[in-house]
């Protein structure tokens, strides 16, 4: 009992942490240009490449850039940029397709981050869209 009464109080100094991203950070984002198709392309491939075995028969697709913010982890501040979603079904080394896994791609001015969103408890509390935030 005693276990689990410091793990409920874990989870929830855990959910405290989670800073909200203010109007204010929203309205003082700065955003790269919008990525072009070869530059998501090049990306995606990239990543592909260094975390899936047989990245040439994955299939995948892509979203359209939006703006966006995510952070990896709900404490720590948020990255504004174009968010770019994936769904990739790839093969594993039998041969077999495994099922479509979203990837998240964010293209910042400080470089490009990628997100797994299976990861998340909450993705809310990572991951936003600006245009579906009420203004």
Same mark, same amino acid.
């Given at each position: 009992?005693?276990?689990?009464?410091?793990?409920?109080?874990?989870?929830? /100094?855990?959910?405290? @942490?989670?800073? %909200?991203?203010?109007?204010?950070?929203? $309205? &003082?984002?700065?955003? +790269? =240009?919008?990525?072009?198709?070869?530059?998501?392309?090049?990306?995606?491939?990239?990543?592909?490449?260094?975390?899936?075995?047989?990245?040439?028969? /994955?299939?995948?697709? @892509?979203?359209? %850039?939006?703006?966006?913010?995510?952070? $990896? &982890?709900?404490?720590? +501040? =948020?990255?504004?940029?174009?968010?770019?979603?994936?769904?990739?079904?790839?093969?594993?080394?039998?041969?077999?397709?495994?099922?479509?896994?979203?990837?998240?791609?964010?293209?910042?001015?400080?470089?490009?981050?990628?997100?797994?969103?299976?990861?998340?408890?909450?993705?809310?509390?990572?991951?936003?869209?600006?245009?579906?935030?009420?203004?």
């Amino acid at each position: 009992m005693k276990i689990k009464l410091i793990s409920l109080i874990s989870a929830l /100094a855990l959910v405290a @942490c989670a800073a %909200p991203v203010t109007p204010l950070e929203i $309205q &003082q984002a700065q955003f +790269p =240009a919008q990525p072009h198709q070869a530059e998501i392309n090049n990306e995606v491939g990239t990543f592909l490449k260094a975390n899936i075995p047989n990245p040439e028969a /994955a299939r995948k697709e @892509c979203s359209p %850039p939006r703006k966006a913010w995510a952070r $990896q &982890q709900i404490d720590k +501040p =948020a990255n504004f940029g174009w968010m770019v979603v994936c769904d990739v079904n790839a093969k594993n080394n039998a041969g077999a397709y495994v099922g479509t896994k979203p990837y998240m791609f964010l293209f910042t001015k400080t470089g490009n981050m990628t997100y797994d969103p299976s990861t998340f408890v909450d993705i809310n509390d990572h991951v936003q869209f600006l245009d579906l935030i009420a203004k």
